[in-house]
């Protein structure tokens, strides 16, 4: 699929499939400064052929000339893994690798931050009262795709950074600290930030910094005043399909999410842990589906929390030496 802004840049959506039954939409960038990659992909063997047909085919259907060994620029949208696995491999190529600051140590010391993480999210669930035996599984699964090795980027953006040819960096946090969008010319790439269809998974701030609800939700507004004052006419998401009406969409996301902040308020009438909440607002979930349930889960309990419309109704538990698990309840 090709879009040709107002300013005559061609961006191509490239949809690849960085993980089994997972798809991730790339976009490349041409006739705006040096031809720029917007993410990397996974990096895995079958994901690397496809994108390479991908490219193929641009020259097949478009007559758009060039490999992907001629990607001069790779921007990698946020630290999640579908999106920057296959940094080393665009750097190897050739291609100059640019990440937000508060996302470049994921990848440049990418074993640190597994270890940290994993214990972090450790932390964080036996906190939300996730009995030992799921806890132990899920830390397994959670190191299951940290595949990655460390590789040094190139260049380490802030947020009003305008990149060769009149790209400009958005700085948008909450589903990833360094998540940046990118303005191209009357085009906006929304990565994970904003997607048609589904809403981005949510992080408690315990877990990561600069993620949280409250993080994303401000993030959400400012995404819709970019579009506002550039006059964006479509916005491309890192997932599904092209997003026609931005604001609306980022209306329907803003709902959803004070939405799912009534329901874990209604089943807070009585105490229940961050676990329990989970499992009342997704049912019995699976694998890797299980840390996203939680982790969702603990961004809104984390701020109605902060808020003061929850309570931790179990006070005297924590008075003890034991660890206690907090239940929440309404204020």
């Known amino acids: 699929m090709r879009f040709v802004t107002r300013g005559g840049a061609r961006v191509y959506l490239l949809p690849v ?31 690397e052929r496809e994108l390479a047909d991908r490219f193929v085919e641009l020259g097949d259907r478009f007559g758009e000339r060039v490999r992907v060994e001629d990607v001069a620029r790779c921007l990698i949208s946020h630290a999640h893994i579908d999106h920057f696995g296959g940094a080393a491999t665009r750097r190897r190529m050739g291609a100059s690798i640019l990440v937000h600051e508060l996302d ?9 931050r597994v270890v940290l993480a994993s214990k972090d999210l450790s932390s964080f669930m036996r906190r939300a009262g996730v009995p030992g035996p799921e806890r132990a599984e899920l830390e397994v699964e959670y190191r299951a795709y940290k595949f990655f090795r460390s590789v040094d980027v190139d260049q380490r953006l802030r947020d009003g950074d305008v990149l060769e040819g009149g790209l400009v960096v958005h700085h948008m946090p909450g589903h990833c600290p360094g998540l940046v969008t990118l303005e191209v010319d009357d085009l906006i790439l929304t990565t994970d930030q904003l997607l048609a269809r589904t809403t981005p998974v949510q992080t408690p701030q315990s877990i ?45 996301t803003w709902h959803h999410h004070r939405n799912r902040l009534d329901r874990v308020r209604a089943i807070c009438a ?11 607002l997704f049912g019995e979930q699976h694998g890797y589906g299980k840390i996203l349930a939680y982790a969702e889960t603990g961004a809104h309990v984390e701020y109605l929390h902060a808020l003061g419309e929850l309570v931790v109704a179990n006070l005297d538990d924590f008075l003890g030496e034991g660890e206690a698990v907090p239940r929440f309840a309404l204020a």
């Open 270 to 280: 009585a105490p229940h842990t961050t676990a329990e909440i989970a499992w009342a």
């Open 104 to 112: 470049a140590r994921v990848i440049t010391r990418f074993e640190e």
């Open 208 to 252: 990561t910094a600069f993620t949280g609800l409250e993080n994303f939700l401000r993030s959400l507004k400012k995404l819709v005043d970019v579009c506002d004052r550039s006059a964006i006419v479509v916005g491309l998401g890192g997932h599904e399909m092209p997003i026609g009406d931005v604001r609306r969409r980022a209306e329907e």
């Open 17 to 47: 499939e960085t993980f089994p039954g997972h798809v991730n939409n790339l976009y490349l960038v041409c006739g705006a400064g040096p031809t720029l990659l917007f993410d990397a992909g996974s990096g895995l063997a079958d994901s």
